[in-house]
């Protein structure tokens, strides 16, 4: 009997200690309380995407998460339930320990700080932050279209934009040309770009004519640009860069006129009498364009001695006209010499024509007394002096003349040595 009580004593012990091994346990897993193993990172991403937001916890136990949102205060979630309103937002975990915050389709209105938010005593909680950036997007309302100014006004051109964060406007030209902030005339440039949500220019020029984009970028894809095309109004010039043009007869010979002009003027051709060239056997009439640039061009085949004299060419818009002159004479050619088309042209190209017999020598440079390139150094600044320089013809003597007195006399360059002939 003794030793039956003696097993039951051991059994008993053995249960006690089974037991107690076990209640133990069970009171060492109340005892550890829940944690975060990580902060909860801030999260970053472009409006209409979706962002997902973790928080990691350990030893969970029953105690339960739960998200908010801090700047409203408003719960999103309750361990496994979605307690918003809001269709967008969502919970996902796994094994109660990641809880993950999904917000759908963000919108500029989800920016802002989240909480995490364990319902220990006391609370537990760790923040996070969500950044909605929004890419540039230009205000057309606010910014200029397309703008036509007159020659020498002030204009400034516009570009509005909005996104997060602000973004940067630059302006660049659409040809690549440096942005001239100031006038054609003390050649002030910028450089290819220039930043700032406006661009002013002072004292404006055809120069400044063309397409300027300007490009919205703060780092957020995709960049935004707006072109916008600036037309510069001004009356027609014209310019000649051989004012007296010479030719054998039946020869073929070319005379060109350079009109600059916006809007596009009407260009033609007139002869002595002030009739209208136009194209046929007789002419050649043709034109190159460049954007307000027009460059005139007349041949005249198979010259007659009713051909020489004076030709005129107009250039005209709503704005002005205006015209130029060139004096066609006769060049007599030896029969040692080809009949060909002649033209006056410059001093390097007369000087390797000096090895020629005298006669043919001499007439050369009668041609070059009676004529010469004229050519204003600077296209733009026709604009200012705006004159048509055009020669009298009664002040050239005949070439025959000429070449008697330069026989005499002798030649240096300089016609009013000859004052008889020139000079008075």
Request: net charge negative.
């Amino acid at each position: 009997m003794g030793r039956l009580f003696s097993y039951l004593n051991i059994v008993t012990c053995y249960l006690l200690l089974i037991f107690g091994t076990v209640v133990q346990e069970h009171i060492g897993d109340v005892i550890l309380e829940p944690e975060f193993t990580e902060p909860i990172p801030n999260v970053t991403v472009a409006i209409g995407h979706d962002a997902a937001i973790p928080c990691v916890v350990e030893n969970l136990g029953f105690y339960r998460v739960a998200w908010l949102r801090v700047e409203s205060k408003t719960i999103l979630t309750i361990h496994h339930h979605v307690i918003t309103r809001n269709y967008r937002v969502n919970l996902d975990y796994s094994d109660h320990i990641t809880w993950i915050l999904q917000i759908k389709n963000v919108q500029e209105s989800d920016r802002g700080f989240y909480m995490c938010q364990i319902n220990t005593v006391p609370m537990k909680s760790q923040t996070g932050y969500l950044d909605v950036v929004v890419p540039p997007m230009i205000i057309d309302r606010e910014s200029s279209s397309d703008e036509l100014v007159r020659e020498g006004f002030n204009i400034t051109l516009s570009c509005r934009a909005k996104g997060y964060p602000t973004p940067t406007v630059t302006w660049r030209r659409e040809d690549g040309q440096p942005i001239s902030a100031g006038n054609w005339q003390n050649k002030k440039n910028l450089g290819k770009t220039y930043e700032g949500m406006e661009l002013s220019i002072r004292r404006v020029s055809r120069l400044h004519m063309g397409a300027f984009l300007c490009v919205a970028s703060n780092g957020v894809q995709p960049s935004i640009s707006k072109r916008i095309l600036l037309q510069v109004h001004f009356p027609p010039m014209i310019w000649i860069p051989n004012q007296l043009v010479g030719s054998p007869i039946g020869g073929n010979v070319q005379i060109d006129c350079h009109t600059e002009a916006f809007p596009a003027s009407i260009n033609y051709w007139t002869k002595k009498k002030g009739e209208m060239i136009v194209d046929s056997q007789k002419y050649t009439v043709k034109k190159e364009e460049e954007t307000y640039r027009v460059h005139m061009i007349l041949i005249i085949n198979n010259v007659e001695p009713e051909d020489f004299g004076l030709f005129h060419c107009f250039a005209k818009n709503s704005l002005g006209s205006t015209e130029g002159t060139i004096r066609l004479y006769e060049i007599h050619v030896s029969p040692l010499e080809h009949a060909s088309t002649s033209r006056i042209g410059d001093e390097e190209d007369l000087r390797k024509q000096t090895d020629r017999n005298q006669d043919i020598s001499a007439r050369e440079t009668a041609k070059r007394l009676q004529g010469g390139n004229f050519i204003w150094p600077n296209e733009s600044e026709t604009k200012e002096q705006g004159t048509i320089v055009s020669p009298n013809p009664q002040n050239f003597p005949d070439d025959r003349w000429l070449f008697l007195a330069i026989m005499f006399f002798g030649y240096d360059k300089n016609p009013c040595n000859l004052k008889v002939l020139f000079c008075g």
